[in-house]
């Protein structure tokens, strides 16, 4: 459905995209990881035909992305990485313009949405605080039922409940057979939508695999308070990666060996347990080091 | 063009639209109707005619006041209507490209199914219907004050239509390279600043020409050379040519916007 060949652009400085190449598949949920700076949102804007490629392509549905800009549109929704509305609007009257635009006639599937993430429609968009802008731009994209999704960073600014609310909306629109890439910051968000994933850096697509071989090499870090020194020992003991980090408190590294690690704190008295965030960049220092020891 | 679009975009300049309107139909209503009392008044021209030839020129006032049109052309249209039309102009040409590439907005209208070029076409029959409902409004209220505010002076319809169809045009060929400027402009304030420079040297071009025999060469450099009112209004030039060289103009700006937009890379 969205292909992307060859993709170069080049800003000042060396930034910009630098030969990507992926593909997504009809009905499958992509997720574009990266740092700030690596090229997901320019990515983004040569699929939707703002931005000529230097060399290479991308289409969606076998339309031209740059030529064909208007007609993909018919069957896309985009959400902006930053967004900014029309001025001197309510969020119904910039829904209902657009819908004009579009020129549907329904708006059963809008006001469904409206309900579903709580958004009080009524406020002038200068007056909305930044989550209430991403519900509406969220609503903007998903109001006319498209078979293709773009969204450029859909959870940023939503509180935990509305996180929720956007992840069950993906997985529903994926049940519907509809093509999503969205881009992140994080792992996990995409972790638990997404099919497959590419990570960028640098403007290069640095791996691109599905979300089941990611899922496998992901590192997590749990940090670990047992109750006794004699707990602690028994810890240290194991096999596992280890590293003290105060009294009766240890992180512990798990990749793939969870199971291990769960028997481990079976035999122990747990005073307390939490996992730590990982960057992205750890997550992919890992993912190498891990494909240089398989080759 | 995109007829919601226009809509909402006609919409949400009213009220700036509204005060162009006001401002300019209000002016022209007062001028008419103070202009018994100055056409009575003994010794007005006498007084026009001891300034220096340079100083009443620049005025609009070369052979003192002789009828109402050569005073409505002279006071109205050569000096505070031009500047209306330009700031106006100057300020919504960059209102409805520049600004919503600047900020971003324009990714919403890009993501509809409607191409560069018709979302532009639209941009820019928001500008122009402004600027027709300005010189509109102004006409309609220039020939009603004439005819019923005053009595025992006349204003010659048809040349004064004739005068605010040349205003509306020669401000259209402006609105062009307003328009222009806007459409390859990520930056909203440098759009602002370029098509306010290039308008006011032209104004500046066309002030210092008319100062001196000197500094006429300078008026070659100006648009504002095929925009004389008071001979317009006594048709002492030739408004057809002028006329259709300046939709001419006008025409083609227009056209290399939509050009240079479609073709350009947006930040958006
Ligand atoms: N129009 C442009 N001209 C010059 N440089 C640009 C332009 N657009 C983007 N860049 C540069 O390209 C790089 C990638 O930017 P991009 O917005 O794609 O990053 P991103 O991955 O979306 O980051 P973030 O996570 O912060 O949204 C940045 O270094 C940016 O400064
Ligand atoms: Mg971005």
Not at chain 1, 93 to 116: P, V
């Amino acid at each position: 459905m969205i292909h992307v060949k060859g993709l170069s652009k080049h800003f000042s400085k060396g930034k910009g995209l630098f030969d990507l190449n992926f593909e997504v598949k009809k009905g499958e949920v992509f997720g574009y990881i990266g740092p700030n700076g690596a090229g997901k949102s320019t990515t983004i804007r040569h699929l939707m035909g703002f931005m000529k490629p230097d060399r290479g392509h991308s289409s969606i549905n076998g339309m031209d992305c740059w030529n064909n800009a208007a007609r993909i549109q018919d069957q896309t929704g985009y959400l902006p990485g930053e967004i900014v509305f029309l001025e001197g609007m309510s969020g119904l009257g910039f829904l209902s313009l657009l819908q004009k635009m579009r020129k549907q006639e329904t708006t059963k599937r809008r006001d469904e949405l409206i309900e579903r993430f709580q958004l009080d429609v009524k406020t002038p968009i200068r007056k909305m605080s930044k989550g209430m802008k991403q519900k509406v731009g969220i609503i903007a994209a998903f109001m006319h039922d498209p078979q293709v999704l773009i969204l450029d960073e859909p959870t940023s600014g939503l509180d935990p409940l509305m996180q929720r609310v956007f992840i069950d909306l993906i997985l529903e629109e994926k049940q519907n057979n509809k093509t999503i890439l969205m881009s992140s910051h994080s792992f996990q968000e995409i972790e638990r939508t997404c099919d497959s994933a590419g990570i960028i850096k640098d403007g290069k697509l640095v791996a691109l695999e599905d979300m089941y071989l990611l899922r496998s090499v992901q590192r997590r870090v749990f940090e670990v308070k047992v109750k006794s020194e004699n707990d602690m020992e028994h810890i240290l003991r194991s096999s596992l990666d280890i590293e003290v980090k105060g009294a009766r408190t240890v992180h512990v590294t798990v990749q793939g060996n969870d199971q291990e690690f769960v028997q481990l704190l079976s035999r122990c008295e747990v005073q307390h347990i939490d996992t730590r965030p990982q960057d992205l960049e750890d997550i992919f220092m890992h993912y190498y080091d891990r494909r240089e020891v398989e080759k | 063009m995109s007829l919601p679009l226009y809509l909402a975009m006609m919409k949400s300049h009213g009220k700036m639209l509204g005060g162009f309107i006001y401002g300019a139909s209000a002016y022209i209503v007062l001028i008419i109707w103070i202009y018994p009392s100055i056409a009575d008044m003994q010794g007005f021209n006498d007084m026009i005619g001891a300034l220096p030839e340079s100083m009443r020129k620049l005025i609009g006032m070369e052979n003192g006041i002789n009828s109402l049109s050569d005073y409505v052309a002279g006071e109205f249209y050569g000096m505070l209507f031009l500047i209306i039309l330009m700031v106006y102009v100057i300020l919504t040409s960059t209102r409805v490209m520049a600004r919503l590439v600047d900020q971003g907005s324009m990714a919403y209208l890009l993501a509809t199914p409607h191409s560069r070029v018709k979302i532009a076409i639209t941009q820019a029959a928001v500008l122009l219907t402004g600027l027709a409902l300005i010189v509109g409004f102004t006409t309609f209220s220039g020939i009603a004050a004439s005819e019923w505010l005053i009595e025992g002076y006349q204003l010659d319809v048809a040349s004064f239509i004739a005068l605010n169809i040349l205003t509306f045009l020669t401000f259209s060929s402006i609105a062009g390279y307003c328009f222009l400027i806007s459409s390859i402009s990520n930056d909203e304030k440098k759009a602002l600043g370029i098509s306010a420079g290039i308008t006011l040297l032209f104004y500046i071009l066309n002030m210092a020409g008319k100062l001196s025999e000197k500094t006429e060469w300078m008026l070659n450099f100006s648009i504002f050379k095929w925009y004389d009112p008071i001979k317009m209004i006594n048709n002492e030039t030739d408004a057809f040519w002028i006329g259709c060289s300046l939709s001419i103009s006008t025409f083609l700006l227009f056209m290399i916007s939509l050009i240079v937009f479609k073709k350009r890379n947006l930040p958006l």
